[in-house]
């Protein structure tokens, strides 16, 4: 009997528990906030500060302008839609940004704004479609205003909206999944970070789905971009002209295709390598470390064993080299985009390595071991140009780059190696370290430098004014056409910088994101008005020189009594000098001396003239020609200062002087036939120099560096020929040739013919649209 008691009385405790657990737990309705909103999709999250001051701050700023442009580029004109989204997205507490195809994105403004009541009135001469729908069991309200739909729904005081019905399903989806498997979920650790008070707000981001995010505005859907790590959560603020996003990222897996698991552990390192990167530079990715072997095993890690084995393979190297090469490296790698022209870029690896040679001695043996005959060598001023025909070492070296090249050209600058696949750029770079135009030189790189962090490593770097022909080219249709659109606001946009420093089990993030403040664009902020009264009206047009001494800017400038006026920036005329005749092409900067002080080589019809900064002739000038000049053209061969000077008078005949005006041998006075479309142009092709010659009337002409004509030339284009012309690199996709634009607007492109004891022939010629 006692024992029936017992069990009733256990029974009764059970079903009383049961009950209390159903109706707690299963019956009542869970509580419901932003988070449990929020889906798990979401690329990123800002939750909004209550700091209004600092939130009305960044609101003004280029970046942010870009993000409402976005957000209202199909609104057509409709004020009162406009003026209603605006007021819904400004009183967000938090805003959701997500992927909705694979090419576009849209957001959710979370907020407890009472939209149905007053909400979004259309225009009155509009007609507005409305639509209530249940959708798992919560009402989705949509109002249409012309081809727009904005859809919200609504749970408890907590109502999501967006131009996205497909999103305010999904928004319904999480509420409904109660928290779980949410959006913060997914953060882990980071959305638990500590982050400060007084600031505009938090930015929670899921690194994983921001590399698919990125990969909707590329053009070419096969580049592969790299994870970084699992999240980030930043705060934002704005500090004079720039956004600042300052926290912590997490490393999450120890995925062998992200970036920060491979620099887990490191120290940060300072970044010795600006004083190699050209002020020409569009981005710069720059890497640091402080155990180069540990990196090496890292990255190696990255390669499936297939693969490195078919890598090593190629390049004739040992396990034993490769592990050489890795203790060699110093403690960062840059890589830097240059622009070549024409809407042109190509990269330029800078490595900093150890004095003891290894990397130099493994370079020349794989490039020994893999060309055909010779192996190439050029020199360039004082350093001698090396290339591996076959591609494949930046892959096997530094997989995280996400390279490959077909050929590999690198060059020794003190402690650093340079490798580039096109040999134009890392001339480039070589000739611009060589005048000191580099970032450790330039007063505004190392100002924006200093308000970064200044130990790293990871770095991403951008000018937005350089990179918009690169952006432009490497975007998605869609996204070009919106890129072109906002033009405007894209030139606010200021060098801005992307860095992560490993600190503790997570890495610090910095982003540094400038922009021009106000209605005035980049480019009319950094110009400046010079004012000078001359004794009579110019006849030249502007040229723009370079101060040799402060790295500034100068302007020369011809009246019409053939006088010239070196003029500062301030409108001073720092010096005058007679002519004796009007200037004849274009003025050209020279380095007469070798001595990095720059001199103004300026040719008239009869003479030619070489003029210091202090507006003293350099000896024996000026030379008195002999002959009448109509164009000029400089010609360092091998960038030694060993300078010739191309003459074309108005009839096509060519000459060529040495560097004291004396005419050389073979270029007395070369008749190419007919006026010539400009000036002719020395180009240097698999380490042999040859001269350019394009007339008016459509023949081109090519000879070598002795005033040979090459078989194969002339040739006719058989039509007259627009602007100028330039030469097209080879490629994979494309011969070497020359590029000109024919009169009926057709490209018309000579290509040549490589054979492998580098003699130069013309193949075929070729028009397109």
Same mark, same amino acid.
């Given at each position: 009997m006692k024992n029936k008691a017992l069990l009733f009385t256990l029974l009764t405790v059970l079903l009383v528990a049961g009950a209390y657990y159903t109706y707690t737990y299963l019956l009542q309705p869970k509580s419901v906030g932003y988070w449990e909103m929020i889906p798990s999709s979401a690329v990123a999250v800002y939750q909004r500060s209550s700091c209004e001051e600092c939130v009305d701050s960044i609101r003004s700023s280029a970046w942010i302008e870009l993000w409402k442009r976005k957000l209202l580029q199909n609104t057509s004109g409709d004020t009162a839609f406009v003026a209603?989204?605006?007021? @819904?997205?400004?009183?967000? *507490?938090?805003?959701?940004?997500?992927?909705?195809?694979?090419?576009?994105f849209d957001f959710v403004f979370y907020t407890k704004l009472n939209i149905g009541s007053e909400g979004l009135k259309a225009d009155g001469n509009?007609?507005? $479609?409305?639509?209530?729908?249940?959708?798992?069991?919560?009402? =989705?309200?949509?109002?249409? &205003?012309? $081809?727009?739909?904005l859809a919200w729904t609504q749970k408890d005081k907590y109502v999501a909206c967006s131009l996205s019905a497909i999103l305010i399903e999904d928004v319904i989806r999480a509420i409904n999944k109660e928290g779980h498997n949410s959006f913060s979920e997914k953060l882990g650790e980071a959305a638990t970070l500590p982050s400060v008070k007084n600031d505009a707000g938090d930015i929670f981001i899921d690194l994983r789905e921001l590399k698919n995010w990125l990969s909707g505005f590329a053009a070419d859907a096969g580049v592969e971009m790299p994870t970084l790590g699992k999240a980030s959560l930043l705060d934002i603020k704005r500090s004079n002209n720039a956004l600042i996003l300052n926290g912590f990222s997490t490393v999450g897996s120890t995925d062998k295709q992200s970036l920060l698991p491979v620099f887990e552990g490191q120290a940060p390192v300072s970044f010795t390598l600006k004083r190699f990167i050209s002020n020409e530079a569009q981005f710069v990715i720059h890497l640091g470390f402080s155990d180069s072997k540990l990196l090496g095993e890292r990255l190696q890690e990255g390669h499936t064993e297939m693969n490195r084995t078919a890598l090593l393979k190629s390049l004739s190297l040992s396990d034993a080299e490769l592990s050489n090469l890795y203790e060699g490296l110093g403690q960062e790698f840059a890589l830097a985009s240059m622009e070549l022209g024409s809407g042109i870029s190509a990269p330029v690896l800078i490595v900093d390595v150890k004095g003891s040679g290894k990397w130099m001695e493994t370079l020349d043996k794989i490039a020994k071991s893999t060309s055909r005959d010779t192996v190439f060598v050029e020199q360039f001023s004082a350093y001698s140009i090396r290339?591996?025909? =076959?591609?494949?070492?930046? *892959?096997?070296? &530094?997989?995280?780059?996400?390279?490959?090249y077909t050929g590999l050209y690198y060059v020794q600058v003190g402690n650093v190696i340079m490798m580039a696949e096109d040999l134009r750029a890392l001339k480039i770079v070589l000739q611009d370290f060589d005048l000191e135009d580099t970032w450790a030189k330039s007063m505004d790189k190392n100002r924006f430098l200093e308000s970064t962090l200044l130990?790293?490593?990871?770095?991403?770097?951008?000018?937005?004014?350089?990179?918009?022909? @690169?952006v432009l080219d490497a975007l998605h249709p869609d996204w070009a056409s919106f890129y072109t659109s906002q033009q405007q606001v894209i030139s606010k946009l200021g060098v801005s910088a992307i860095q992560f420093s490993f600190l503790n089990k997570n890495f610090y993030t910095n982003m540094h994101l400038t922009f021009a403040s106000g209605s005035t664009s980049k480019k009319s902020a950094s110009s400046k008005e010079v004012s000078v009264s001359l004794p009579s009206g110019i006849s030249s047009k502007i040229f723009i020189v370079r101060n040799h001494n402060d790295k500034g800017n100068e302007i020369v400038v011809q009246d019409s009594l053939h006088q010239i006026y070196l003029i500062n920036t301030k409108g001073e005329i720092l010096?005058?000098?007679?002519?004796?005749? &009007?200037?004849?092409? *274009?003025?050209?900067?020279?380095d007469y001396f070798a001595n990095g002080k720059l001199q103004l080589l300026i040719s008239t019809e009869k003479s030619l003239h070489i003029i210091d900064r202090l507006g003293n002739y350099v000896k024996p000038y000026p030379v008195t020609l002999g002959f009448s000049n109509e164009l000029i053209r400089l010609v360092d061969y091998d960038h030694s200062k060993k300078y010739r000077f191309l003459l074309t008078d108005k009839q096509g005949v060519v000459r060529m002087t040495d560097k004291e005006g004396e005419l050389l041998e073979g270029w007395e006075g070369l008749k190419s036939g007919g006026e010539l479309l400009a000036?002719?142009?020395?180009?240097?092709?698999?380490?042999?120099?040859?001269? =350019? =010659?394009?007339?008016?009337?459509?023949?081109?002409?090519? &000879?070598?560096?002795r005033g040979e004509l090459l078989k194969g030339f002339p040739t006719d284009l058989k039509t007259r020929p627009l602007g100028d012309f330039y030469y097209q690199e080879q490629s994979k996709d494309n011969a070497a040739g020359f590029v000109l634009i024919g009169a009926e607007g057709y490209r018309i492109k000579v290509d040549l013919l490589l054979k492998h004891n580098s003699n130069l022939f013309r193949k075929t010629l070729t028009k397109d649209m």
């Open positions: 209603a989204l605006t007021r @819904v997205a400004e009183n967000a *507490e938090f805003i959701s940004l997500h992927r909705t195809t694979k090419n576009d509009k007609r507005e $479609k409305k639509q209530d729908r249940i959708f798992d069991g919560l009402i =989705v309200h949509e109002r249409s &205003f012309n $081809k727009l739909t290339k591996i025909p =076959v591609g494949g070492l930046v *892959e096997l070296i &530094f997989p995280i780059l996400k390279r490959k130990e790293s490593n990871i770095s991403f770097y951008l000018d937005p004014a350089r990179s918009k022909k @690169v010096w005058k000098r007679q002519l004796d005749g &009007f200037i004849k092409g *274009e003025i050209t900067q020279i000036a002719p142009r020395h180009y240097r092709i698999a380490a042999k120099d040859y001269l =350019v =010659v394009a007339q008016k009337s459509g023949k081109l002409q090519l &000879f070598t560096r």
